[in-house]
Nanobody
Framework: QLRLVESGGGSVQAGGSLRLSCVAS????????MAWFRQAPGKEREGVAR???????????AYADSVKGRFTISRDNAKNTVYLQMNSLKPEDTAMYYCAAAYGFANLNVDRYGYWGQGTQVTVSS
């Protein structure tokens, strides 16, 4: 069973940066779609970013409109790790952030991801 463990959350002021990490217990090459979601109190879980890896081992990212230009998703297959670099953070980015994985193309459809981490809290103050 795949296990995903997030880290890197914390409390920062608006305009600051954080880098989240998601370490997988298995080779991430087996999971073509790796993603980050977030959920704020009273809100539904929403997709933030995903990275899809093709059979030729190239990857392409995609982002929610709310974070484009500020967040960057990347992966290091040698370390079985996916990252989310978050810059220019805003108070509305405050949420629990979750790592997720899928075998196929899931494209931030929450129902398509079969594996989830426990989450890491991000709090942004003004």
């Amino acid at each position: 069973q795949l296990r995903l463990v997030e880290s890197g959350g914390g409390s920062v002021q608006a305009g600051g940066s954080l880098r989240l990490s998601c370490v997988a217990s298995e080779d991430t090459e087996s999971y073509r779609d790796m993603a980050w979601f977030r959920q704020a109190p009273g809100k539904e879980r929403e997709g933030v970013a995903r990275i899809y890896t093709y059979t030729d081992r190239t990857s392409t990212p995609a982002y929610a409109d709310s974070v484009k230009g500020r967040f960057t998703i990347s992966r290091d297959n040698a370390k079985n790790t996916v990252y989310l670099q978050m810059n220019s953070l805003k108070p509305e980015d405050t949420a629990m952030y979750y790592c997720a994985a899928a075998y196929g193309f899931a494209n931030l459809n929450v129902d398509r991801y079969g594996y989830w981490g426990q989450g890491t809290q991000v709090t942004v103050s003004s």
